[in-house]
T-cell receptor
Framework: GQNIDQPTEMTATEGAIVQINCTYQTSGFNGLFWYQQHAGEAPTFLSYNVLDGLEEKGRFSSFLSRSKGYSYLLLKELQMKDSASYLCAVTDSNYQLIWGAGTKLIIKP | NAGVTQTPKFRVLKTGQSMTLLCAQDMNHEYMYWYRQDPGMGLRLIHYSVGEGTTAKGEVPDGYNVSRLKKQNFLLGLESAAPSQTSVYFC?????????????FGPGTRLTVL
């Protein structure tokens, strides 16, 4: 079967750095997305990786290793507004999106 | 631009009742999607559309029907609601296939079926 694994919940301190991991087992791979979802709101797009390596976008970076079936989202200089759920989604060989259950990130002062 | 809008925002139904959720987008996107989101689970695709007049089944289509009569609108219908359909429903749209394109989501509809 197809599976996306993310930690259910993580806690970090304001101003610090946090890494949210995502591992996947899917029938083929055609890209990986990260979305942010604040409580009670809609998901919003953060990043899309299709090639191995690190992509940086301001305070957020996303890394992909296709050979390991692994990605992480790195958040730097954490702010209270970064408290949200972070959703990992993978496109399989049939171009279907498989979503993880999300990681709830709690930021403490 | 309003982006993607959904109506209603909240709804409570009794088992067996029917309702229609409306999604509208003003970005001229071809692709539109209906998802449900349940605690502890990833987003699950119910139905999607690749253009006006087209619809297709997603991962969990049973108990739902959809229509896309106009490019900007995508309707999700529940003919006979069941408690298992209690969920948060999100509509989304994308310029190209969501498999490799950013999706824009609506604010969601919180549905409770008693």
């Amino acid at each position: 079967g197809q599976n996306i694994d993310q930690p259910t919940e993580m806690t970090a301190t304001e101003g610090a750095i946090v890494q949210i991991n995502c591992t996947y087992q899917t029938s083929g791979f055609n890209g990986l997305f990260w979305y942010q979802q604040h409580a009670g709101e809609a998901p919003t797009f953060l990043s899309y990786n299709v090639l191995d390596g690190l992509e940086e976008k301001g305070r957020f970076s996303s890394f992909l290793s296709r050979s390991k079936g692994y990605s992480y989202l790195l958040l730097k200089e954490l702010q209270m507004k970064d408290s949200a759920s972070y959703l990992c989604a993978v496109t399989d060989s049939n171009y279907q999106l498989i979503w993880g259950a999300g990681t709830k990130l709690i930021i403490k002062p | 631009n309003a982006g993607v809008t959904q109506t209603p925002k909240f709804r409570v139904l009794k088992t067996g009742q029917s309702m229609t959720l409306l999604c509208a987008q003003d970005m001229n996107h071809e692709y539109m999607y209906w998802y449900r989101q349940d605690p502890g689970m990833g987003l699950r695709l119910i139905h999607y559309s690749v253009g006006e007049g087209t619809t297709a089944k997603g991962e969990v289509p049973d108990g739902y029907n959809v229509s896309r009569l106009k490019k900007q609108n995508f309707l999700l219908g529940l003919e006979s609601a069941a408690p298992s359909q209690t969920s948060v429903y999100f509509c989304a749209s994308s310029l190209e296939l969501a498999a490799y394109n950013e999706q824009f989501f609506g604010p969601g509809t919180r549905l409770t079926v008693l």
